[in-house]
């Protein structure tokens, strides 16, 4: 399995993963031209896109999925809640409104609750043989029942949105500060790795920070604050990148 971030961050947000037979996107943001040039640079076309899977519905998740399907005829894979606010979708013949675990070939692919502000908000367990790659960003925390269920995966993409500190001293109204530091959120640095020192195993090769907000964190100090509380909790791990706004990750095989 290949997986590269195409893009990542409040202004847009896509990711391919090329299995033996499959070719899927996690999310649609950014806009068309931006995800058809980056997955040229991996030669792939768009017509080649057999699932697109969404995490919720907020625009920097979808907001090129309307051009997209304009030429392309991927299934779709959502939670139904997600209708109310893509009625775009309502006459697409290619629905998937899944709420457990799907085998397809040579992939299975397990949709999780997160903890968003946008209607039936998920992440994605994607499992092709031994490898596994575990797919959360836009959520405010992660109910410990899944700790078993994503733990010990070969490869997470995975939030951390801000430093509470930068947050809390921004621009932003208070409003928004508080909507992004609650459970309904986005997970910060020290969230994240907490989150990822309870996750991590053996099996794991490689962990790739996403969603950072431009106003609120910068990838150094993700990074730097990410791998300190993986230390204090004990873990050493150092196979971390951080995915950025307008720059594809490199394929990481996992």
């Known amino acids: 399995m290949l997986v590269s971030v195409l893009a990542s961050g409040s202004e847009g947000n896509s990711t391919l993963i090329q299995t033996k037979h499959k070719k899927i996107l996690i999310d649609l943001g950014m806009n068309n031209k931006y995800i058809t040039e980056k997955l040229a640079e991996l030669n792939v076309k768009p017509s080649e896109i057999d699932y697109v899977l969404v995490t919720h519905t907020h625009s920097d998740h979808t907001g090129a999925m309307k051009t997209f399907l304009k030429n392309n005829h991927p299934y779709i894979f959502l939670d139904e809640k997600m209708m109310v606010d893509l009625s775009f ?98 997970l910060s640095n020290d969230q994240a790795g907490f989150y990822l020192s309870k996750l991590i195993g053996p099996n794991t090769k490689e962990v790739v920070l996403a969603h950072l907000s431009k106003e609120n964190n910068n990838p150094d100090l993700a990074l730097n604050r990410v791998s300190e509380c993986l230390k204090e909790n004990n873990v050493e791990f150092k196979s971390i990148i951080v995915a950025k706004q307008k720059e594809r990750v490199d394929c990481i095989e996992v």
């Open 89 to 186: 979708l309502n006459d697409y013949d290619k629905l998937c409104f899944d709420g457990d675990k799907m085998c397809f070939d040579d992939v299975t692919i397990e949709p999780f609750k997160t903890s968003h502000d946008a209607p039936g908000s998920r992440g994605y367990i994607i499992e092709e043989g031994s490898s596994s790659f575990v797919y959360i960003t836009d959520t405010g925390y992660i109910n410990y029942k899944l700790f078993d269920k994503l733990s010990n995966r070969s490869l997470y993409v995975f939030e951390s949105n801000h430093d509470p500190e930068m947050l809390m001293h921004s621009r932003y109204p208070a409003w928004l500060r508080s909507r992004i530091a609650s459970d309904m959120g986005h």
